[in-house]
């Protein structure tokens, strides 16, 4: 009658297990049993700063005690929590000791045979209680000792806030255990199987992997990789040498990473890509094209993977998360309430007769009795094949002068107001009106980029700088005149250095004779930045449809120009802001840098990075940019990208992981915020072109004029009303970049507007006569000698070094 009374009692508490047999060596092939999944959106009971009312010290007390404990201790906590999320969800099920009602529990299972921790688990739940007594829960516990033992593992690079509101579970069962958790030798499929029924992405599987940076495992757990073919296939054979040599004995244990073994970072996965880990699971994550990339991402990005590692934990500590009626607060975290109070009662009764199961029938024997250790003790040393434990290190980008020295931090940007697409653009705009306007532009564009690659680097800037200030108005495109003696294209960013004018006056003289008055400047701006494009990518790779319909701008200001055009020292934090302030987003930015894999740049824009002690480029490159650059007379200029100087691809993006880039705001790509999109762009064929064809177009959208405030220039030089007075028709050419002063010189008489053909003075600059500046000399012979066409020079210098203010260099005329 006694049995049957404490039988009733053990019924009543639940957890009443009646095992028919034992596990053997179950590792030796894949379970069949599926694991259970909890699809878990974000639990809306947890929270961060949960305690701060009810237990204003907890979250302190747990990191604390974390603190004090050894590097593999703190490992073991980071397993813990993984293998209590996993199995039951995140409830503290895997803390619960063995009963006479439940006599395995969840760590009792094969995979947590090998699991360390539950004595600080015991110690933070012991001394919470006595500030707070059934407040605080022992699986937010484990989760806050899960995050506190990452961030010291990582030397505190692994830094977040964990939510909290979790209850604990009532449930614990062996049997639970291998269906759900992951083993060592799981395929990638078989992983993100289980990960994805726990609601976690490949993304979370990959992070969350890297915790096998820490802790050690079994040899048993991956014996079967070190005979000569399994070494020959995934695992380096240096490395099954040594495995070999320290795993005589399969109980044996070995670190998970012999480079760095207490330090949670991110050289797993280095060792993933030169197979030197231990367990087919983690030489899988380089089987699938998908975790491939993520693997070499992370290895390549500490801070990205630091951060991913992050979420990937608070992700996780949603899994099956207890509340109301399903859960409580223990008392202990090793044994239900209800068990608690009766420990001692069953314990008496356990002495007075055996408690068996009555779920047994026929000739069936019951389980032979079995000691357990007391609630304070660890669980036994596995014999059986042990289970992996649950990593991460982060590292860090300079400025140098045509623009301001980067000590004047750019203003903030103009904002142009976010662009959605404007109504008034359309793809086909001219197809009525003007139906051969895009080839007449395309045409213009093939030969002028065939003869001069770098004319095509120079439309593509022109389309950017343009958009960027004002808006795509072709209002970069306006020359001085007596009333804006300084218009965008004489701004600091864009003079002496932008490209391409000539090109935009020609395909608009051929659209005029076309269609006169139908096409706008900020249009063709626009097509030739696309054609440009086009042409300069591998075989037409970047090749899209541009909408039309824009119109020309009245206002261009050089005082624009700085505040609006990104810097080529500007930091991350910059470039997203002038970035977001035209409507574009980090995706563009980073997209958008791509066109860095062509042009040249002066070396005032990144000097400043050649003589400073920063890591942040690549010393070969250093050395071979001080030489180019530093005590060279002029403002020389480099290709941006060495390696293929000519061609529109993603290069660039190759060059910034390798650190072969010219700008501080190139190197600032590398961050954990857009690193792995630059890997991305390196690593799937495709994806930059088709990203970078999108961007083009959203770009082109900033700003748009219509009728009330725009119009279709005839010249687009020159703004409507001006061309209807005795205004000359001009044409800007590139000035030259290694004039000491950019001079106002008059070549007939005082002329402080228009411009000269250079037939009406190419007498002077043949002859011997001396009554012409050396300087001018040489750079008007560069300008008009030996050059096609009947070419034009501006009559008027400006001295930019000295506020632009008009210098009249006194030349005798012949």
Known sequence: MAKVAVFILLALLGSVTCQTGGYGDVYGGESSTPPTSYPQPSYTGLRVGYYDRKCPGAEDIVRKIVSYKDAGVKAGLVRLFFHDCFVQGCDASVLLDPTLANPEPEKTGIPNLSLRGYDAIDEAKAAIEKICPGVVSCADIVAF?????????????????????????????????????PPPFAGVDRLKQMFAAKGLDTVDMVALSG???????????????????????????????????????????????AVTPDKLDNQYYKNVMSRRVLFKSDAALMSAPDTMALVRASAYFPEWWNAKFAEGMVKMGNVGVKSGADGEIRKQCRLVNSMAKLAVLLTMLALVGSVTCQGYTGNATPPSPRTYPPPSSSPPSPSPRAYPPPSSTPPSPSPPTTYPPPSATPPSPVPSGPSPPVPGLQVGYYSQSCPKAEQIVKDIVKNAVYANPGIGAGLV?????????????????????????????????????????????????????ACPGIVSCADVVAFAGRDAAYYLSDNGAIDFAMPAGRRDGRVSLASETLPN???????????????????????????????????????????????????DMDATLKANLTQQCIGKSGDPTVDQDFKTPNKLDNQYYRNVLSRDVLFTSDAALRSSETGFDVFLNVVVPGRWEKRFAAAMVKMGNIGIKDSSNGEIRRNCRVVNHIMGSSMPNKEAIPLETNMQKRQLVTLSGAHSIGVARCTSFSSRLTSNSSNMDTTLKSNLTHECIDKSGNLTVYQDFYDIEQARQPVLLECAQP
């Open 565 to 615: 055009l990104p810097s080529p020292f500007a930091s991350l934090d910059q470039l997203k802001s002038s970035f977001a302030a035209k409507g574009l987003d980090v995706g563009d930015m980073v997209t958008l840098s791509g066109a860095h894999s062509i042009g040249i740049a002066h070396c005032s824009s990144f000097s400043g990075r050649l003589t400073s002690n920063s890591s």
């Open 461 to 513: 800037r022109l389309f950017f700088h343009d958009c960027f200030v004002q808006g795509c108005d072709a209002s970069v495109l306006l020359d001085p005149t007596p009333t804006n003696q300084q218009p965008e294209k004489l701004g600091i960013p864009n003079f002496p250095s932008l490209r391409g004018f000539e090109v935009i006056d020609a395909a608009k003289a051929e659209l005029e004779k």
């Open 211 to 257: 915790a096998h940076s820490i802790g050690r495992s079994q040899c048993s757990s991956f014996s079967d990789r070190m005979s000569p073919t399994g070494a020959a296939d995934d695992m380096d054979a240096n490395l099954a040498a040594d495995l070999g040599s320290k795993c005589a004995t399969p109980s044996n244990t070995v670190a998970q990473d």
């Open 145 to 181: 000792a899960g995050r506190d033992a990452s961030y010291f593992l990582s030397s505190r690079a692994i830094d977040f806030a964990m939510p909290a509101g979790r209850l604990d579970g009532r449930v614990s069962l062996k049997n639970e255990t291998l269906p759900n958790l």
